[in-house]
C-alpha cells in the first residue's frame, strides 16, 4: 500500500477511534486533538505511525519504561553514566523527557526526523549529526548510531 494512501486511511481511523472513546466517556489525545473525558482527564493516547496506530494508556507510556529501567539497573547497584534513547514517533521522547527531568544526561536519537524535530532541553541526534543523508531513517539509522557508539567505545 502506498504511504500516502495508509496515512489518509489513518486520519479517518483514528478519528473513529477518538469518536468511539469519547462516546464511551474515555478521556483521550491524539497529537494535539484533546478529547478529555467527564472529570476533564486524559486517560489515553492514540499515537499515529508510519506503519500503525497506537491506542495505549497515558499511565503506561515510555517515560514509564524509562523508569523502570533506571529502577532494575539501580537495584543491580549500576547508574549509567549517560543514557541514550531512540525513537521514530513523537511519544518516544517521553523516555528521555522522563530522564532529563529526573537529572540523567540523556541524548535521543530520532531515526524519522521528518515530523520535525522539537526542542528539548537535552540534545536530539539524527543522522545528519553522523555526517550521513536525511534519507538515513530508521532501522539505517539507528544501526549507524550503534555502530558510531561501539567504535567509540572499543577505538
Not at 539501580?74 to 541514550?84: D, E, L, M
Request: charged share 25%; net charge negative; hydrophobic share 40%.
Amino acid at each position: 500500500v502506498p504511504s500516502a494512501d495508509y496515512l489518509a486511511e489513518q486520519e479517518l481511523f483514528d478519528a473513529e477511534a477518538v469518536d468511539l472513546m469519547a462516546r464511551h466517556g474515555l478521556g483521550v489525545v491524539r497529537l494535539d486533538h484533546h478529547a478529555p473525558d467527564s472529570d476533564d482527564a486524559v486517560d489515553y493516547r492514540v499515537d499515529p505511525t508510519i506503519i500503525s496506530t497506537d491506542i495505549e494508556s497515558v499511565r503506561l507510556g515510555k517515560d514509564l519504561g524509562a523508569s523502570r529501567a533506571v529502577e532494575l539497573l539501580a537495584a543491580q547497584g549500576i547508574t549509567p553514566q549517560a543514557w541514550r534513547t531512540v525513537g521514530d514517533s513523537r511519544t518516544d521522547y517521553a523516555m528521555a523527557d522522563w530522564l532529563h527531568h529526573n537529572d540523567h544526561p540523556v541524548k535521543h536519537v530520532d531515526v524519522r526526523p521528518a515530523d520535525g524535530v522539537p526542542v528539548k532541553p537535552y540534545d536530539v541526534l539524527t543522522a545528519t549529526d553522523l555526517g550521513l543523508g536525511g534519507d538515513v531513517i530508521h532501522d539505517d539509522a539507528g544501526g549507524a548510531f550503534l555502530r558510531s557508539w561501539r567504535e567509540a567505545m572499543v577505538g
